[in-house]
């Protein structure tokens, strides 16, 4: 069968030589959790799964939607032999949550968090030309504090908790490396104001007499070639300056990419190691209450997109499917989306890098205890953190989302991780905001973005909610008695969930269908609700953003714009007219 999911997983940093390992894999569920002590590591497995789709899935071929406290996977690989005097890496995308891989019977890695991705470098156990056999047990206990986003902690589906991802859920794929020294992942800054990128560029491995030399295009040709030795122990930071002439800005309006060919070469100028990469010039800033982009306010019409398919769970069907609902999400008139609690795929912001689609990013956080914090949780923000640092179509963090804690409560878990989070964030980035919690508890006062969720279906009382805004005294959530947030201190602030307008026809209401506040009856009655909640928050002055919920239906619950299966509710021409204001024009 051909492979599913095929496409290169990483197009920020692309080798060209790879293997995907996709398809059919031997697998077993292992109930108790005591395949080790079983021999499952030795044996054969009894049933087969198509990877990368969780067992959950309808499209991995299982189907089985119980809790699974471990899983374990199966197959032999023929390691090209054109692949020469290279040493193999073997690379995870993503695999939920607690993963442990052996090559021959070796164990060559570990890995806890089920949304970022994770290398095994298989230097002495396997090497090009040999066939070996890789073992992969992802646990995924029940119960526990872990990240696990809207994966539901019950059997059933139930509010907005949703059919579960165990195991591999991205791409598993190899590639060839130098043994004596190789590229990482390189660190992308865009500086408008001095017309340049800034290129953090490591390097592993033995770098005496070795250089990076980075090479900055356009359809015109070079635009900067520097190029400087390797020896920092963190890499060299490399200057790519870009003249007047062939300076273009990445925005919404024109998301221009400009190509990167990054070369680790020797004293004779040999090729040592090689990779392609893009990026795109835009800037974040603040100005008062204002976000702006490419120092321009840019009001963001945002979307919720909890990125979930109903035959694939958390995993797209195709790389169609990723592109394809950005392109659904700009026809309704959304110009970016609020990826919610999950960590997509990084495909996705490739699409959204090369569509001018602005994105926050997000982790999956309601799973996570708050009273009893962990390190890992802060390390998995990390790796996230390290992965998407370069997409230009990033245009904010959010760790959390709906903490919920009064202010006058002694000192908890909450408050240090949600510290912990923001500092890692703003450590790892200081180009892009950073909001501590999306809605309902906000602790950290120096968080750089401030916001509520409102839920209010009546336009009116939507109003009347956010009016003090404008005396920056804005609608807040929770109690006035017992505040759950630090005071507001002046910062951009946006309603970054509202509406969530209920429509399914014929859908009988409770666990099998819900939205918020009462159905419409009639789609003309959808349509005028949808225009008074835009319009609220569109007409405030001090407003930068919104963010509608939501863009597809998910499971039971179905507020979106689309259905689950991604067909169209309404007149989406209708829809965006309602919010790039077209309709205003034509009425006046």
């Known amino acids: 069968m051909s492979l599913p999911r095929c496409e290169y997983p990483r197009p920020q940093f692309a080798r060209a030589d790879w293997l995907c390992l996709n398809g059919e894999w031997e697998f077993e569920i292992d109930s108790g959790d005591s395949g080790l002590e079983r021999g499952l590591l030795e044996r054969e497995l009894n049933s087969r799964i198509v990877v990368p789709f969780c067992p959950e899935s309808e499209l991995s071929g299982v189907g089985h939607v119980d809790?699974?406290?471990?899983?374990?996977?199966?197959?032999?690989?023929?390691?090209?032999?054109?692949?020469?005097?290279?040493?193999?890496?073997?690379?995870?995308?993503?695999?939920?949550?607690?993963?442990?891989?052996?090559?021959n019977g070796v164990e060559v890695g570990r890995h806890r968090g089920g949304f970022s991705p994770f290398t095994c470098d298989l230097e002495n156990v396997a090497e090009p030309g040999q066939t070996v056999?890789?073992?992969?047990?992802?646990?995924?206990?029940?119960?526990g504090p872990k990240p696990s986003g809207k994966q539901s902690i019950g059997y059933h589906n139930i509010g907005c908790h949703y059919t579960r991802t165990t195991g591999i859920w991205q791409t598993v794929w190899m590639e060839p490396v130098p043994k004596k020294a190789h590229l990482l992942r390189p660190r992308i800054t865009p500086d408008i104001a001095r017309s340049r990128f800034e290129l953090t560029q490591p390097v592993a491995g033995e770098r005496a007499g070795l250089r990076v030399r980075v090479t900055l295009s356009d359809k015109k040709g070079v635009v900067s070639r520097p190029e400087l030795p390797a020896d920092s122990d963190f890499g060299p930071m490399l200057t790519l300056g870009i003249r007047e002439d062939r300076l273009r800005l990445w925005s919404p309006s024109d998301p221009h990419l400009y190509d990167l060919k990054i070369e680790l070469i020797d004293e004779q100028k040999a090729v040592v190691d090689w990779a392609k990469s893009y990026a795109g010039l835009r800037s974040v800033t603040i100005d008062g209450k204002a976000v702006k982009i490419n120092g321009e306010p840019v009001f963001q019409r945002l979307v919720l997109?909890?990125?979930?398919?109903?035959?694939?769970?958390?995993?797209?069907?195709?790389?169609?499917?990723?592109?394809?609902?950005?392109?659904?999400?700009?026809?309704?008139?959304?110009?970016?989306?609020?990826?919610?609690?999950?960590?997509?795929?990084?495909?996705?912001?490739?699409?959204?890098?090369?569509?001018?689609?602005?994105?926050?990013?997000?982790?999956?956080?309601?799973?996570?205890?708050?009273?009893?914090?962990?390190?890992?949780?802060?390390t998995q923000w990390l790796e996230v953190l390290h992965r998407d640092y370069s997409h230009p179509s990033i245009v904010g963090w959010c760790p959390l989302n709906e903490t919920v804690q009064p202010v006058t409560d002694q000192i908890s878990g909450l408050d240090d991780l949600t510290h912990g989070l923001f500092l890692a964030a703003r450590a790892m980035d200081t180009t892009r905001p950073v909001l501590d919690s999306s809605?309902?508890?906000?602790?950290?006062?120096?968080?750089?973005?401030?916001?509520?969720?409102?839920?209010?279906?009546?336009?009116?009382?939507?109003?009347?909610?956010?009016?003090?805004?404008?005396?920056?005294?804005?609608?807040?959530?929770?109690?006035?008695?017992?505040?759950?947030?630090?005071?507001?201190?002046?910062?951009?602030?946006?309603?970054?969930?509202?509406?969530?307008?209920?429509?399914?026809?014929?859908?009988?209401?409770?666990?099998?269908?819900?939205?918020?506040?009462?159905?419409?009856?009639?789609?003309?009655?959808?349509?005028?609700?949808?225009?008074?909640?835009?319009?609220?928050?569109?007409?405030?002055?001090?407003?930068?953003?919104?963010?509608?919920?939501?863009?597809?239906?998910?499971?039971?619950?179905?507020?979106?714009?689309?259905?689950?299966?991604?067909?169209?509710?309404?007149?989406?021409?209708?829809?965006?007219?309602?919010?790039?204001?077209?309709?205003?024009?034509?009425?006046?």
């Open 67 to 103: 809790f699974m406290n471990a899983v374990w996977y199966r197959r032999q690989v023929a390691i090209p032999e054109g692949w020469g005097e290279n040493k193999v890496l073997l690379h995870f995308q993503a695999v939920d949550y607690d993963a442990t891989v052996w090559v």
């Open 133 to 143: 056999t890789l073992v992969v047990r992802a646990r995924d206990l029940k119960g």
């Open 305 to 378: 997109d909890q990125g979930y398919y109903s035959d694939g769970i958390m995993t797209a069907p195709t790389d169609e499917a990723l592109a394809g609902d950005i392109e659904r999400s700009i026809a309704a008139g959304f110009n970016g989306a609020r990826l919610h609690q999950k960590v997509f795929e990084e495909r996705f912001l490739y699409h959204a890098d090369r569509l001018g689609y602005l994105v926050w990013g997000e982790f999956g956080d309601w799973g996570i205890v708050r009273d009893a914090p962990r390190a890992t949780y802060i």
């Open 439 to 588: 809605g309902y508890s906000h602790r950290v006062p120096q968080a750089d973005i401030y916001d509520c969720h409102d839920y209010s279906q009546d336009a009116q009382v939507l109003r009347t909610n956010q009016a003090g805004l404008a005396e920056d005294k804005p609608f807040v959530n929770g109690p006035a008695d017992t505040p759950w947030s630090v005071p507001y201190r002046g910062q951009p602030f946006f309603v970054s969930e509202f509406g969530g307008i209920w429509w399914n026809p014929g859908a009988a209401e409770g666990n099998e269908s819900w939205g918020y506040g009462e159905r419409p009856k009639t789609v003309e009655e959808f349509y005028q609700r949808f225009d008074g909640l835009c319009s609220v928050l569109l007409d405030d002055p001090n407003m930068f953003a919104y963010c509608y919920t939501q863009l597809t239906d998910v499971f039971q619950e179905q507020n979106g714009i689309y259905f689950f299966d991604r067909r169209p509710k309404f007149d989406l021409d209708r829809i965006r007219k309602i919010q790039t204001r077209e309709a205003a024009i034509e009425k006046g």
